[in-house]
């Protein structure tokens, strides 16, 4: 018994132009170019912005050690857990979201001793932000002092665009 005869993917893509091409040829140049205007721009803004989510990336430097941490969106700030900065503070970023959009977003600090984590620094930013590919400065670079003998901690903050 013989296989039935399946056209080859080439040829399907061929007759796929040929029939692009053949509505092509019944309309004007001028509705031509606006046809192929607005399926460029739709392509490039499907492929560059349909899965682009924001990336809060912030740069956490104690003792010489820089330790950098990433947050994406969230709608609970409460679920999202501080980070040990070499056993003496505590840093959080949280970036607010609704409906994908960024509502607010906010960087605390804390310093650690025996008894609890005092907080030392908070910081609101609010829209509008600005999101791009490459990275956007959303902080100047900070630096904090706590404790006894003022240790430091220094951080600045970027935000940008990425495609998960």
Known sequence: MTQPATAHPISRCRRRKN???LIFQQISSTQAALVAATLLTLTVLSAGNAYAKPLL???VTYAGSTQIIETSLTTDPYAIVPVDIGGRFLFKAVMIA???TIDYIKLYAYFQTRHKDMPIHQATYY???TLSKIPVQLTPKNSLYAGDVERELQYFCTLQEVQP
């Open 19 to 21: 029939t692009f091409l």
């Open 127 to 129: 829209p509008p932000f």
């Open 57 to 59: 990336r912030c740069h």
């Open 98 to 100: 609704k409906e994908k």
